[in-house]
């Protein structure tokens, strides 16, 4: 099987902080996983299935209104029905407002922020791309 991959680029919003210091919640980036997860099981299958549960999600560094990140997402097993995905997000433009208010800077290397691994289900009677 050809790998299947998705990748989404996006900038926090303010309106994405729910903490003070304008810290994003982490459960913004389970909603970019699950956007993932749609895409790939369109990809694949032609249908957007179910994600049926994460195996492990590991929040590494904050995000914050303002910051863009990249999330990637990809099938790394295929069953009967399910799908085994590998997700990451990292952190690759950051704002610095310690220079301006508009200032902002590329990262020379991105910052993996959040990394987990699940698994999704799409019934074989929904099935119909031919892998």
Do not use: W
């Not at 099981?41 to 904050?62: K, N, Q, S, T």
């Not at 800077?105 to 799409?122: I, K, M, N």
């Amino acid at each position: 099987m050809a790998p299947v991959k998705a990748t989404l680029r996006l900038r926090m919003s303010q309106a994405d902080a729910h903490y003070g210091g304008n810290l994003v919640d982490g459960a913004r980036m389970l909603a970019l996983f699950g956007d993932l997860a749609t895409e790939l099981l369109i990809r694949h299958d032609g249908d957007e299935g179910l994600f049926r549960a994460y195996d492990a999600v590991e929040f590494l560094a904050p995000v914050h209104a303002g910051d863009y990140v990249e999330a990637e997402g990809e099938i790394v097993k295929v069953g009967n029905t399910s799908r085994a995905m590998r997700f990451e997000v990292r952190k690759v433009i950051s704002p610095r407002p310690d220079l301006s208010d508009s200032a902002a800077e590329v990262l020379a290397e991105p910052v993996v922020v959040c990394r987990a691994t699940g698994t999704c289900v799409v019934p074989k009677d929904k099935q119909r791309v031919a892998r």
